[in-house]
């Protein structure tokens, strides 16, 4: 099945600065991969995704980078804000939504005002 | 935009006993839904496949006696905790697939087995 790892598992920036978190996964069968941000005791939510067909894909201040051949995918946040301090999770999956979703193992993010 | 809801949002309950959790979408159909487990500072990590009108798919090492699922609608999935033990307390979220490999999770349902 398919194995997704995320690092780093903690992160701690200054407010303004950007923070990087990468992601590889195993199963050549996953194109669409999405990323999440859940804080504490609530449910993930998208904020943003990718499909294989895409390298990258930017919305304000996020952008996320997949290359394909290597199995890795990246999620960048540019001017972080207080607000961004969450746990951010990366998944893959093969395309379609019936098919099951795997999450990495979470980043948990600080941004320090 | 859809909307998942879970019931109960908690629940404490005595070791032995079982729990049913519901996870409903609100206004799309769903004949999947997936059913997640949460530890503390853990990631999700998919426990079954709900599928209406059939049995559902079970992940490696999921006790499928012991976490039964119900697909009873096509709106409708529920999780029984069968013979809950401590070991069991856990954050228990379903997901519903929409348009465009859109996961709609529900708000979770946060369980304490004492």
């Known amino acids: 099945g398919e194995n997704v790892e995320q690092h780093p598992s903690t992160l701690s920036v200054q407010e303004g600065d950007s923070a990087v978190i990468k992601c590889t996964y195993s199963?050549?069968?996953?194109?669409?991969f999405p990323w999440y941000k859940q804080e504490l005791g609530k449910r993930p939510q998208l904020i943003i995704d990718?499909?294989?067909?895409?390298g990258e894909k930017k919305d304000q201040r996020i952008a996320v980078t997949l290359n394909k051949t290597a199995k890795h995918f990246s999620l960048h946040i540019t001017e972080t804000q207080p607000e961004d301090s969450a746990v951010y999770f990366c998944?893959?999956?093969?395309?379609?939504?019936?098919?099951?979703?795997?999450f990495g193992t979470g980043t948990k993010l600080q941004v320090i005002p | 935009g859809a909307v998942v809801s879970q019931h109960p949002s908690w629940v404490i309950c005595k070791s032995g006993t079982s729990v049913k959790i519901e996870c409903r979408s609100l206004?799309?159909?769903?004949?999947?839904m997936f059913w997640y487990r949460q530890f503390p500072k853990q990631s999700l990590m998919l426990m079954a496949t709900?599928?209406?009108?059939?049995?559902?798919?079970?992940e490696q090492g999921v006790e499928k006696d012991k976490f039964l699922i119900n697909h009873a609608s096509l709106t409708l999935s529920t999780l029984t905790v069968t013979s809950a033990h401590p070991e069991d307390s856990s954050f228990y979220i379903c997901?519903?697939?929409?348009?465009?490999?859109?996961?709609?999770f529900g708000p979770g349902t946060r369980l304490l087995v004492l």
């Open positions: 199963d050549s069968a996953s194109n669409y």
């Open positions: 997901s519903a697939p929409g348009l465009a490999e859109t996961q709609y």
């Open positions: 990718i499909r294989s067909n895409v």
């Open positions: 206004d799309f159909q769903a004949t999947t």
């Open positions: 709900s599928n209406e009108g059939s049995k559902a798919t079970y």
């Open positions: 998944a893959a999956s093969p395309s379609g939504g019936y098919q099951k979703v795997t």
